[in-house]
């Protein structure tokens, strides 16, 4: 099983970003493979896009209502839209790696630590969610203070996504920044993504649209707390 961290290989934010995860992870003796993976180049994400046959589907301002799925899109904070497009094309690849592979993976963005060891092969056996988000929510989504204190609220180590928001506001994991991905769950992203259009990423993964979304009690990772690379 392996492990995949998102890098902008020409951005000396992300690889020290992605040094300090990599560290994190040999630091709690992890025993699954990690390796760097090159991310989406924004100067390349709209004929990324194209080339594979996708559609952006999402406003860059103000908010429109989503008549296919009943959801109401907000606009990203997003000086460089092509940046927004980078990132979700970067997780499209690694949703299609895993299903081609058949096999689960860990996906990481740079600004995520580890602070627990992961036995991913116990948490893979125990869950019984097709995306399980791993990561610690405080500073990483909107309401994290809410979301964090949700899930520490209930009992099982394994638990659906806490409701923080309008049935109708996109709730997903907490900010993409570390999760478990099944095949079936990976083949599940990419048919939404075909269905409903390239949205941001962390919003096209919410639990209206994806009935086996998850998250744990324990909190494996978390954010380095570091400039964002997309968002500016």
């Known amino acids: 099983m392996k492990s995949y961290i998102i890098t902008l290989e020409d951005n000396k934010d992300s690889i020290d970003?992605?040094?300090v995860c990599k560290a994190s992870h040999e630091g709690f003796k992890n025993t699954f493979d990690i390796e760097t993976f090159c991310a989406t180049d924004t100067k390349?994400?709209?004929?990324?896009l194209r080339a594979s046959g996708l559609e952006w589907n999402y406003p860059w301002s103000g908010s429109e209502t989503d008549f296919k799925s009943?959801?109401?899109k907000n606009a990203y904070t997003t000086a460089d839209p092509r940046k927004r497009i980078a990132c979700f094309m970067s997780h499209y690849r690694l949703w299609h790696r895993?299903?081609?592979?058949?096999e689960p993976i860990l996906v990481l963005e740079h600004d995520a630590v580890f602070i627990e060891n992961l036995d991913f092969e116990q948490v893979l056996w125990d869950s019984p969610f097709d995306i399980l988000g791993i990561n610690n929510p405080l500073m990483a989504t909107?309401?994290?203070k809410?979301?964090?204190d949700t899930i520490l609220s209930r009992p099982e180590q394994y638990q659906r996504i806490p409701d923080i928001d309008s049935v109708t506001i996109p709730q997903g994991l907490a900010g993409n920044s570390a999760y478990i991905i099944k095949p079936n769950g990976a083949n599940a992203m990419i048919e939404l993504t075909r269905e409903h259009g390239a949205w941001?990423?962390?919003?096209?993964?919410c639990k209206q649209l994806v009935r086996s979304l998850g998250v744990t009690r324990t909190f494996y990772t978390k954010i380095q707390g570091i400039r964002?690379?997309?968002t500016l």
Request: charged content about 25%; overall charge positive.
């Open 228 to 230: 964002s690379t997309t």
């Open 146 to 148: 809410q979301y964090h």
């Open 98 to 102: 895993c299903k081609e592979a058949n």
């Open 200 to 205: 941001p990423n962390d919003a096209l993964m």
């Open 70 to 72: 009943g959801l109401t």
């Open 44 to 48: 390349l994400a709209e004929v990324s």
């Open 142 to 144: 909107r309401k994290s």
């Open 17 to 19: 970003a992605a040094r």
